[in-house]
Structures are given as C-alpha cells and as structure tokens.
C-alpha cells in the first residue's frame, strides 16, 4: 500500500502522542489516593468495577510492550475462536487474575509501564505499516493508526472511571477532537460493509460543531468508500454532538439514541450506517 492509497483508506495521519502521555498523567493523578469504595464504584465498562478497568489497562500496556517493543509471541487463538473472543477471553483472564493485586500496587506497576510505554511511541515510525487495526480494515494499517487506537481505548476507559467517580476531566477540547479524529477512521470499512459505495455518487460528511468538533468526508469509488476533501459538496450529511460521536462509536449509546439526536440531510440509509460505526473490538 503506497502514501496515497494508505490515505484513501485511512485519512490523513494523526500523530496523538502528546495527547496519550498527556491523558496517561490526568488518569495517574486521579488514581492517586483513591477510597477503597471508589476502587469498587461500578463503571460502564460493566461488569467491571474502577479497579479492574485499571487492571485492564496495566494489561494492554504489558500486551503492547511485550508484542510490539520484545516481539514476544502471545498464545493463539482457540481453534474456531474469533478475534473479538480471543481478546475478551484474554481480558476476562487477565482481570480475574489481577483481582489478587492491590490498588496501590496497580497504580505502582501503571506508573511503571506508562514511561515504557510513551518512549515505545516516541521509538516508531509512524509512517511505516503495521498491525491491523481491525474496526478500520482487515489489513495492515499505518503505524499511527494504531498509536492513536491505543489512545482512544485508554482515554474512553479513563472516561468510564471518571463518571463511575463523579470526576470529570481529561476532556480538553483537542483531546476529544483527536478522539473523533481516531474513531471516524472507521467510517469507510462501516459504510463498505453497511451500504457499499455504488460505482459513482455524491460524498458523505459527518459533521461535530464545537470546539472539540470537525468535518470529515468520504465519496464513493472503485475502491469502496474512501476518503476526500471536507470542502468537496455532499448530499448527505450527518451532524452530531462530539460527546455522543464517541460514545456510540464504543456502544456506550446504541445507534437508535445516537439517530434521535443527530441531523440528518439526503440518504437516511447512509446515516444509519454511519451511526453504527463502531471504534472497539465487539
């Protein structure tokens, strides 16, 4: 896959970094002097309480650092056993066997892998293909892709703790924009599976107003749904408000909540599809 066809399906790069180490900081520092009854507030990552929405994390850190930095090999998936159950069983086994480690000790071991973590990031070549990132295309996808998928999941599993909480935060307006700049890199495989493009048509825009907010484009093609130019006219349209964007993209709103707030102009059939965009492994 060459730059320009890499773009078509994945859109501009996005180099989010700063913002992942940056997001890493505000959760270390929430986590710090936590009760031991908001360890055990329950959160919509359900069945998860905060404690294992922690635990969850110290593991993807450890997966990243052992897979991606030392090329350590992971055990296989079952025989018949799909990708979204091979991560869930792998999750469920690495939260319940964490259940043993003490609060103050998941925020010791995050504290550890986080700066291993950020300077793996800093080390890539973002430029370069990599892992699939699997709600974006079935292939190889650019490096930076999977870097910003990293954020996001970090960040919504930060959100998660934070309403279980009571404590919003770590919602500056660039960092959820570069949250939707991550999760509508998903939009072309939804649509190529949902309303595949027909051999010529007018483009789709989704719209975020706010200052978290964007416009993103895509037009059908030989190719399938593949992106374009905001500025490029689209006789459909979808516009939506930036917090409930992320949340149906990671099902913490179902489509049908998600449509009841969204304006739509031109083919409903497309913005339904849109609205089933999902960010995660389901």
């Known amino acids: 896959m060459n730059g320009t066809d890499a773009e078509e399906a994945f859109g501009p790069p996005l180099d989010a970094r700063h913002l992942f180490a940056q997001a890493r900081s505000a959760l270390l520092d929430l986590l710090t002097g936590l009760g031991a009854d908001e360890?055990?507030?329950?959160?919509?990552?359900?069945?998860?309480?905060?404690?294992d929405v922690?635990?969850?994390?110290?593991?993807d850190d450890v997966g990243?650092?052992?897979?991606?930095?030392?090329?350590?090999?992971?055990p296989a998936a079952r025989p018949h056993e799909s990708l979204p159950e091979l991560v869930h069983r792998l999750?469920?086994?690495?939260?319940?066997?964490?259940?043993?480690?003490?609060p103050v000790l998941l925020v010791d071991l995050l504290r550890t892998t986080t700066p291993q973590v950020m300077d793996f990031w800093q080390r890539v070549d973002l430029g370069a293909l990599g892992?699939?990132?699997?709600?974006a295309g079935p292939g190889a996808a650019p490096v930076w892709l999977d870097g910003a998928r990293d954020f996001t999941e970090d960040w919504v599993h930060q959100q998660q703790i934070r309403r279980a909480l009571g404590r919003p935060?770590?919602?500056?307006?660039?960092?959820?924009?570069?949250?939707?700049?991550?999760?509508?890199r998903a939009v072309p495989y939804t649509l190529d599976r949902r309303a595949p493009a027909p051999g010529d048509g007018a483009p789709l825009t989704v719209h975020v107003p706010g200052p978290a907010g964007g416009t993103w484009t895509w037009r059908p093609s030989g190719k399938g749904w593949?992106?374009?130019?905001?500025?490029?006219?689209?006789?459909?349209s979808v516009t939506l408000g930036a917090d409930d964007l992320w949340k149906v993209c990671v099902r913490m709103i179902e489509p049908a909540e998600a449509a009841a707030r969204a304006e739509v102009h031109g083919d409903a059939h497309l913005a339904d599809a849109v609205l089933h965009t999902?960010?995660?492994?389901?």
């Open 39 to 51: 360890w055990d507030r329950p959160t919509a990552a359900a069945p998860w309480a905060v404690r």
């Open 54 to 59: 922690v635990a969850h994390l110290v593991g």
């Open 64 to 74: 990243r650092l052992s897979r991606s930095r030392d090329r350590h090999v992971a």
């Open 91 to 102: 999750n469920h086994e690495w939260v319940t066997a964490a259940a043993r480690i003490s």
């Open 131 to 135: 892992e699939p990132v699997s709600w």
């Open 169 to 184: 935060g770590a919602d500056e307006p660039a960092m959820v924009h570069a949250v939707l700049e991550t999760f509508v």
């Open 226 to 236: 593949i992106w374009t130019r905001p500025a490029v006219p689209a006789t459909t």
């Open 278 to 282: 999902v960010s995660v492994i389901r």
